[in-house]
């Protein structure tokens, strides 16, 4: 029961700082969800949007803070 706490801590965290970037770059007028590399299409009835170049980042991002951590685990 104790390893399932720290999990859902860790978890709480994780979110709470993911809100709190979100924020901050609400307020600096970050590109995220706007690079140069995300996908808009948009036609007569139909809009299209992928963020192609959004999800690379975030997950080279996430990979980097999850090595991090795995590192300062061993």
Same mark, same amino acid.
Request: charged share 10%; hydrophobic share 55%; glycine share 10%.
């Given at each position: 029961?104790?390893? $399932?706490?720290?999990?859902?801590?860790?978890?709480? %965290?994780?979110? *709470?700082?993911?809100? *709190?970037?979100? $924020? %901050?770059?609400?307020? @600096?007028?970050? =590109?995220?969800?706007? $690079? =140069?590399?995300?996908? #808009? #299409?948009?036609?007569?009835?139909?809009?299209?949007? @992928? =963020?192609? *170049?959004?999800?690379?980042? $975030?997950?080279?991002?996430?990979? @980097? %803070? @999850?090595?991090?951590?795995?590192?300062?685990?061993?």
């Amino acid at each position: 029961m104790a390893e $399932l706490g720290k999990l859902l801590l860790v978890v709480g %965290i994780v979110i *709470a700082l993911l809100g *709190a970037v979100l $924020l %901050i770059s609400g307020r @600096f007028h970050l =590109p995220i969800g706007r $690079l =140069p590399g995300d996908i #808009y #299409y948009r036609g007569k009835n139909t809009t299209l949007y @992928f =963020p192609l *170049a959004t999800s690379i980042l $975030l997950s080279i991002l996430l990979s @980097f %803070i @999850f090595w991090l951590i795995g590192r300062s685990r061993h």
